[in-house]
């Protein structure tokens, strides 16, 4: 199996900046791309930000030019770096990595991970 973990959400005035971490671990052979969704209360999960690493990047429209996701392939770990936050933002956010792991009995297994979510609120 393999774990996400998350952390860095939180409390923010509008206008403010979080920064969200995500390390993956276990049996991991190889993680194609990482990124970051978020759901708004009574809303669907959105893609917010991913990268399958070096200079490639996608984000939502409405994140463009405010948040920037960047990753460390050694270390298995993605960062979202989220500035001029507005209450529009507020959601919990999750990690997502496309991952290939060995299981228990060493067999190739790949799947779609995510993480258990991190609250992120922007007051006005």
């Known amino acids: 199996q393999v774990q996400l973990v998350e952390s860095g959400g939180g409390l923010v005035q509008s206008g403010g900046s979080l920064t969200l971490s995500c390390a993956a671990s276990g049996r991991i052979v190889n993680i194609y791309s990482m990124g970051w969704y978020r759901q708004a209360p009574g809303k669907e999960r959105e893609l917010v930000a991913s990268?399958?690493?070096?200079?490639?990047?996608n984000y939502a429209d409405s994140v463009k030019g405010r948040f920037t996701i960047s990753r460390d392939n050694a270390k298995n770990t993605v960062t979202l770096q989220m500035n001029t936050l507005k209450p529009e933002d507020t959601a919990v956010y999750y990690c997502?990595?496309?991952?290939?792991?060995?299981?228990?009995?060493?067999?190739?297994?790949?799947?779609?991970?995510w993480g258990q979510g991190t609250q992120v609120t922007v007051s006005s």
């Open positions: 990268t399958s690493g070096g200079e490639t990047a």
């Open positions: 997502n990595a496309d991952v290939v792991f060995k299981n228990s009995v060493d067999e190739f297994v790949a799947m779609i991970s």
